[in-house]
């Protein structure tokens, strides 16, 4: 089973960091959150650390971060989900990878708003668990 876990940022300023992607197969330039696939003996909370370094230049550690979902519900093909949020002390300067043309940090109901329609059923989980 595919398992994928992403982060809510929310810096000091009470601002949501959203990415868009650039040219996604599936999603386009859908908005998306930090995070990516499990590897090999990986626990989700390993996977969001590692990926959220890897795709925009924040360095967390586990403790950093809250669970606030875990399931299959959201998703048409059994992948398993893991959200976790943080709020940071700090509004932290973001290195974009090459999987995200953009980013934008946003008040919350915009970002609820964004992620409520977006293509990405992870996103509707998103606005599901945190509106």
Do not use: C
């Not at 606030?68 to 093909?77: D, I, K, R």
């Not at 609820?112 to 998103?126: P, Q, S």
């Amino acid at each position: 089973m595919k398992q994928v876990a992403k982060l809510v940022i929310i810096n000091k300023d009470d601002e949501y960091l959203l990415l868009y992607r650039d040219q996604h197969p599936t999603f386009g330039n859908d908005p998306d959150l930090p995070g990516g696939t499990l590897e090999d003996n990986e626990l989700p909370v390993e996977t969001m650390v590692r990926e959220v370094y890897e795709e925009v230049g924040v360095a967390l550690d586990k403790g950093q971060a809250q669970q606030v979902y875990e399931g299959v519900g959201y998703s048409a093909h059994n992948t398993h989900y893991s959200l976790y949020l943080t709020k940071l002390k700090s509004r932290p300067s973001i290195t974009l990878s090459w999987e995200h043309a953009s980013y934008e940090w946003l008040a919350r109901a915009e970002f609820l708003e964004k992620a409520k329609h977006a293509n990405d059923t992870y996103m509707h989980m998103v606005y599901d668990v945190l509106k």
